[in-house]
C-alpha cells in the first residue's frame, strides 16, 4: 500500500501534496489528526535504516526542548516520534516499499519519478 504521512496544517505539505498526480493512489494519513503507531513508525524505521533519519530537527520543540545539545539514541528519537507528531520530517512517503523522508527538491524529484513510472 503506498502512503503519504503528512499534516494537514504544513503549507509545504500541502503545496506537495496539490503537485501530485491526480491518479497517485496513495493513502494519506494526516499524522495530528491520526498519530502514527508504533508499528507504523517501526515500519519506516525498517525502510529508512534509523528512527533519526525520520526524526525533524527543524521542529520548533527540538529547539525549545533544548535537544540539540543532547546527545540522542535510537530509543530517543523513536519515542520523541511516538510523543509529539511535530518531531517526524514530513512528508513522508512509502511507494513500492521505498521510503522518501522530507521535502527536499531531491526527495520530491525521486517521488515524482515513482508516480510517472506508474
Known amino acids: 500500500m503506498n502512503k503519504i504521512y ?16 491526480k491518479n497517485n493512489n496513495l493513502v494519506f494519513h494526516d499524522i495530528k489528526q ?6 507504523e513508525l517501526e515500519e519506516m524505521q525498517q525502510l529508512s535504516g534509523s528512527y533519526e533519519a525520520l526524526f525533524s530537527k527543524k521542529a520548533i520543540l527540538y529547539k525549545t526542548m533544548d535537544l540539540k545539545n543532547k546527545v540522542l539514541t ?13 518531531f517526524l520530517s514530513r512528508p513522508v512517503f512509502i511507494i513500492d516499499n521505498k521510503i522518501y523522508i522530507g521535502n527536499s527538491q531531491q526527495n520530491m524529484l525521486q517521488v515524482m ?3 510517472s513510472g506508474q
Open 74 to 86: 535510537e530509543d530517543d528519537f523513536k519515542n520523541l516520534i511516538l510523543e509529539h507528531y511535530t
Open 6 to 21: 503528512y499534516l494537514a496544517s504544513c503549507d509545504t505539505c500541502r503545496k506537495i501534496i496539490k503537485s501530485l498526480p
Open 113 to 115: 519519478k515513482q508516480f
Open 34 to 39: 491520526n498519530p502514527i503507531t508504533q508499528k
